[in-house]
C-alpha cells in the first residue's frame, strides 16, 4: 500500500505548473545524498483515492498538477492513481518522479504528463546542472515524449 508523508506546493517541479508534490514512502531506491531519507521507512498515512480527493478538496484552486515524489515499491499503484486523478479531475496534469534511471515497464507512461526519472547523484547535480544524470520527460500531444531537461539548465 501506498503511504505518503507530507505534501507541498512547489514551482520548480513541473515546468510552468504550479505542482503539489506528494511525498511517498518506503522509497527502495536509497540513493546516496538522499536529502530525504526519513522517505525510506514505512511510514506515513495511506495514499488512495480518498486521500487524492482531500488533496484537490484542499488545494484544487491553486494547482495546476500533482506530482507523485516517490512510490517506485509500488509503481502500479502509483498509476492508478494517476489514472484516478485524469479520470476524476481532468484538469490537473499528472507527474511521478521515480528514482529509478529507467521508467519501469509496468506503468503505463501515457497515463502521466510529466516522468522525472534519475536517483539524486550529488556529485552530478540537480535537473538544473548540465551534468545531472536526472531527466524530465514530458507528454506531448502526438503521445510520445520529449526530454526537457535542458529547459532547467542555467544559461
Same mark, same amino acid.
Given at each position: &500500500? ?54 484537490? +478538496? +484542499? ?9 507523485? &515524489? ?5 509503481? +502500479? ?22 528514482? @529509478? ?10 497515463d502521466f504528463n510529466y516522468i ?18 536526472? @531527466?524530465?520527460? @514530458?507528454? &506531448? ?9 535542458? @529547459?532547467?539548465?542555467?544559461?
Amino acid at each position: &500500500m501506498l503511504k505518503y508523508v507530507n505534501t507541498g506546493i512547489v514551482f520548480q517541479e513541473i515546468p510552468d505548473e504550479v505542482t503539489l508534490a506528494i511525498n511517498i514512502s518506503n522509497c527502495p531506491c536509497h540513493c546516496p545524498g538522499c536529502h530525504s531519507h526519513y522517505l525510506w521507512e514505512d511510514i506515513g498515512l495511506p495514499l488512495d483515492t480518498n486521500a487524492i480527493d482531500d488533496f484537490v +478538496k +484542499k488545494y484544487g484552486k491553486d494547482i495546476t498538477c500533482i506530482a507523485f &515524489m516517490g512510490g517506485d515499491a509500488d509503481p +502500479k499503484g502509483v498509476n492508478q492513481l494517476a489514472l484516478y486523478i485524469h479520470e476524476a479531475y481532468p484538469g490537473f496534469k499528472v507527474a511521478w518522479y521515480s528514482g @529509478r534511471i529507467r521508467i519501469t515497464s509496468a506503468i503505463c507512461k501515457t497515463d502521466f504528463n510529466y516522468i522525472k526519472i534519475g536517483p539524486y547523484i550529488k556529485h552530478l547535480g540537480p535537473l538544473k546542472e548540465k551534468t545531472t544524470n536526472q @531527466r524530465l520527460y @514530458r507528454l &506531448m500531444e502526438n503521445g510520445e515524449f520529449e526530454d526537457i531537461t535542458s @529547459r532547467f539548465w542555467k544559461k
